[in-house]
């Protein structure tokens, strides 16, 4: 207990009259009716506009989109691609998978979804032919580990599944971007096929739900969160007396938000996938966000990767554009770490990066995408972070102290309601 008073006294109120921008701040029962109105604007216009989908739309092409479809309707699915494929080779045809075409071309952003869908093109890929035998044979023994799944009724990782044959995967790589297709092809989610990745995620906060029937109090977890589960159906009967959900690119900050116990000063869940989003953690998310009906708003990286990151969460990836319906979290708000912010709060020209060649080409072909011409505001500061050839993490803001986070930027953030 002595420690933990200890603690507490780490800023001498003489320190915090020197930190940047402190004195802007008002008081916490102000900002607290600020998030209360943003909560209560977010639910009205989630509850008033019933969400679009793609049958909604008269598009000018046919698009494929999957579902979650019971482990049943899956394994009768694979055995009819089965008998198929028989009645081809006795026919004296050989055999091949008609796999839709995950390519970029296949690919295009929806404006009124806004979110990336999956046109319906597809390619054949036989195994009678030199290029495709080797993929074909991967596709072929992927459709027979999931029919077992089926059979068994377990879960398996895809790390679990990349060992079943490592000779004929060779890498995980083959075998995870084969199992997306054939995803795809059976029409069906990834987590319909009992196939998950690890827990990567991590959420703390002001969240109760149960995970396989147990209820998980997220303020209780301490300062590491609690897993998100892999496979989402175990989730369900959230609560939360939250005002938002703050989404945070990085491990790092996410700790010093959970530690300093922001989630209690501003009730809201913190969540996080430590990096690159993986298909948990956006299935969760999305989940909250519906459920819930709160309002999100991201804290990642000021560099082109960061906003890619927060694009992949509200538009989807190209990778798996034909489960974007279930993968996307819309009306996902930039709060920071952003360009202009760098001028803003006087970040010091040595907590700046030089953005590399390779940085301003991504930033330039961000610029490109119709997910960010959408938004004037992300091109205005995607603009200004090419033009200056300046990035920053989050972390350049502990200059001004550690807890400088979370206890000026975030707070005269969500004060200022500058978000985009």
């Given at each position: 207990m002595a420690d933990k008073k200890k603690r507490r006294r780490v800023e001498p109120s003489d320190d915090g009259e020197q930190l940047p921008f402190k004195n802007k701040l008002?008081?916490?029962s102000v900002i607290l009716q600020i998030l209360k109105d943003f909560g209560n604007s977010s639910s009205d216009s989630n509850s008033s506009s019933k969400a679009l989908t793609l049958q909604d739309l008269s598009l000018p092409f046919a698009c494929r989109e999957v579902s979650d479809l019971s482990l049943s309707s899956v394994q009768s699915t694979?055995?009819?691609?089965?008998?198929?494929?028989?009645?081809?080779?006795?026919?004296?045809?050989?055999?091949?998978?008609?796999?839709?075409?995950?390519?970029?071309a296949n690919q295009l952003y929806v404006p009124e979804l806004d979110r990336i869908v999956l046109k319906d093109k597809t390619s054949l890929r036989p195994f009678a032919n030199i290029s495709t035998v080797r993929?074909?044979?991967?596709?072929?023994?992927?459709?027979?580990?999931?029919?077992?799944?089926?059979?068994?009724?377990?879960?398996?990782?895809?790390?679990?599944?990349f060992y079943t044959d490592v000779k004929l995967f060779q890498d995980q790589t083959q075998s995870d971007a084969v199992l997306?297709?054939?995803?795809?092809?059976?029409?069906?989610?990834?987590?319909?096929?009992?196939?998950?990745?690890?827990?990567?995620?991590?959420?703390?906060?002001?969240?109760?739900f149960s995970d396989n029937g147990d209820m998980i109090d997220c303020t209780k977890m301490g300062m590491g969160g609690k897993a998100i589960p892999p496979n989402i159906d175990r989730v369900g009967d959230m609560q939360s007396d939250a005002l938002f959900i703050l989404l945070v690119e990085k491990d790092a900050a996410?700790?010093?938000?959970?530690?300093?116990?922001?989630?209690?000063?501003?009730?809201?869940?913190?969540?996080?996938?430590?990096?690159?989003?993986?298909?948990?953690?956006?299935?969760?998310l999305r989940k909250m966000k519906m459920e819930l009906k709160l309002p999100v708003v991201a804290l990642v990286d000021s560099d082109p990767y960061g906003l890619k990151i927060l694009s992949v969460y509200g538009c989807g990836s190209k990778?798996?554009?034909?489960?974007?319906?279930?993968?996307?979290?819309?009306?996902?708000?930039?709060?920071?770490?952003?360009?202009?912010?760098?001028?803003?709060?006087?970040?010091?020209?040595?907590?700046?990066?030089?953005?590399?060649?390779?940085?301003?080409?991504?930033?330039?072909?961000?610029?490109?995408?119709?997910?960010?011409?959408?938004?004037?505001?992300?091109?205005?500061?995607?603009?200004?972070?090419?033009?200056?050839?300046?990035?920053?993490e989050i972390q350049a803001l502990s200059t001004f102290g550690f807890q400088y986070l979370t206890e000026v930027y975030l707070p005269l953030k969500l004060q200022q309601k500058d978000w985009l």
């Open positions: 008002k008081s916490d694979i055995e009819s691609l089965v008998l198929s494929i028989t009645r081809s080779i006795l026919s004296g045809q050989g055999f091949s998978f008609d796999v839709p075409s995950r390519s970029a993929k074909t044979a991967i596709t072929a023994r992927i459709v027979q580990l999931i029919h077992q799944l089926c059979l068994k009724n377990i879960h398996v990782t895809k790390r679990d599944l997306d297709d054939v995803s795809c092809m059976l029409g069906c989610t990834r987590s319909s096929l009992n196939v998950v990745a690890a827990e990567k995620g991590v959420v703390v906060g002001r969240l109760i996410y700790m010093r938000l959970a530690e300093d116990r922001f989630y209690n000063r501003f009730p809201c869940i913190i969540v996080t996938a430590k990096g690159q989003p993986d298909v948990a953690t956006r299935l969760f990778n798996m554009s034909y489960d974007s319906a279930n993968l996307t979290t819309p009306d996902i708000k930039w709060l920071g770490v952003r360009p202009s912010d760098l001028d803003k709060y006087k970040i010091p020209d040595q907590c700046r990066l030089p953005m590399t060649d390779q940085d301003i080409k991504t930033g330039k072909d961000l610029l490109e995408e119709d997910f960010v011409k959408k938004n004037p505001g992300w091109v205005e500061e995607l603009t200004l972070m090419v033009k200056t050839k300046q990035k920053a």
